[in-house]
C-alpha cells in the first residue's frame, strides 16, 4: 500500500513538475516572434504566397500581417511582385538556406551589414568559387525595373565569369596588377573586387553589375573608390588587419581598419 501511494505522489509530482514546465516554456514565448517565424516558414516553403493565404495561415490581424510583411521587405528577407503582389523569399531568407558550407555566416552577416543599398543603385553581390563555378551567395539588387539579376545559390551568368579571375589561385594577371577586375560585354558591365580574410588571398568576390544600356563601363570605374571601400571593411570584418589584395609581401599598410 505505501508502495502504491509513493508512486501516486510521484507521478503527480511529476505531472506538477511537467504542467509547470510547459507554464514557463510559453510564458518566456514571444508571440511576435512566434508569428515572424511562422510567416518567414511559410514563404520560403511555398515560394510565392499572397496576403490572404498567410492569413489564413497565421493568427495575425491583417494591419498586423501588414506591418510585418513590410518590415521583413524593408530588410531583404521577402520581396514583393509590385505594391499589391504575392510575396516571396528576398536575399536574405535566400542566404540563410544556402549558408553551409557554401556561405560561411559571418561572411553573409557582414554582407548585409556593409550594403545597406546597391552601390549606383545597381545590383550587388557577393560571390565565391564552389568546386570551380562562381556561385552568387548574396545579393542586393538594384531597383531599376531594367537590371542584372542575380539568383542565391545559383551559378552566375557565363558572361559574367571574368570575375573568377579575382577569386582564381593565383589571380588573373589584370586582377594582380588592378586588385579588380572589370567585365564588359555587350549587355552587362560588371566590375569585381576580392574579399580577403587574410587581407591578401580572395576568399570572395563582392560584383557590382548593370545593364550597358544604362551604366557604361566608365561609370563603374568612377565607383571603383566605394567599392574597394566595402571590400576592405567586408575584410576586415572577417578578421583582416590590412587590405592589401594580392600582395604576398606587406611594407605598410594602405588602410587602416576603422
Same mark, same amino acid.
Given at each position: 500500500m505505501l508502495n502504491s501511494s509513493l508512486f501516486s505522489i510521484i507521478d503527480i509530482c511529476s505531472s506538477?513538475?511537467?504542467t509547470k514546465d510547459f507554464i514557463l516554456e510559453h510564458k518566456l514565448r514571444?508571440?511576435?516572434a512566434d508569428k515572424t517565424l511562422q510567416v518567414l516558414e511559410i514563404i520560403r516553403q511555398q515560394s510565392s504566397?499572397?496576403?490572404q493565404s498567410l492569413l489564413a495561415q497565421v493568427d495575425i490581424s491583417r494591419s498586423s500581417l501588414y506591418a510585418l510583411l513590410h518590415t521583413l521587405k524593408a530588410i531583404g528577407y521577402i520581396e514583393q511582385h509590385g505594391s499589391r503582389g504575392s510575396y516571396q523569399p528576398g536575399p536574405r531568407l535566400i542566404a540563410w538556406s544556402h549558408t553551409s558550407p557554401m556561405a560561411p555566416q559571418d561572411l553573409l552577416t557582414a554582407f548585409y551589414q556593409e550594403i545597406n543599398a546597391p552601390v549606383l543603385n545597381e545590383t550587388t553581390a557577393l560571390l565565391q568559387l564552389v568546386k570551380g563555378h562562381p556561385i552568387t551567395i548574396a545579393r542586393v539588387e538594384s531597383t531599376h525595373s531594367i537590371r542584372?539579376?542575380?539568383?542565391?545559390g545559383q551559378e552566375i551568368p557565363p558572361d559574367l565569369s571574368g570575375v573568377i579571375e579575382v577569386l582564381g589561385n593565383p589571380p588573373g594577371q589584370a586582377a594582380f596588377s588592378n586588385g579588380y577586375h572589370m567585365t564588359t560585354t555587350g549587355d552587362i558591365n560588371a566590375?569585381?573586387?576580392?574579399?580577403?580574410?587574410?587581407?591578401i588571398h580572395a576568399d570572395a568576390a563582392l560584383l557590382?553589375?548593370?545593364? +550597358?544600356? =544604362?551604366c557604361a563601363a566608365e561609370n563603374l570605374i568612377s565607383a571603383l573608390g566605394e567599392a574597394?571601400?566595402?571590400?576592405?571593411?567586408? +575584410?576586415? =570584418?572577417?578578421g583582416a588587419q590590412v587590405y592589401s589584395p594580392f600582395q604576398e609581401k606587406i611594407s605598410s599598410p594602405c588602410h587602416s581598419p576603422g
Open positions: 506538477l513538475c511537467t514571444v508571440p511576435a504566397t499572397s496576403i542584372v539579376v542575380l539568383e542565391p566590375l569585381g573586387l576580392p574579399v580577403c580574410r587574410d587581407g557590382i553589375c548593370a545593364p +550597358s544600356h =544604362r574597394r571601400e566595402i571590400a576592405a571593411r567586408l +575584410s576586415y =570584418r572577417l
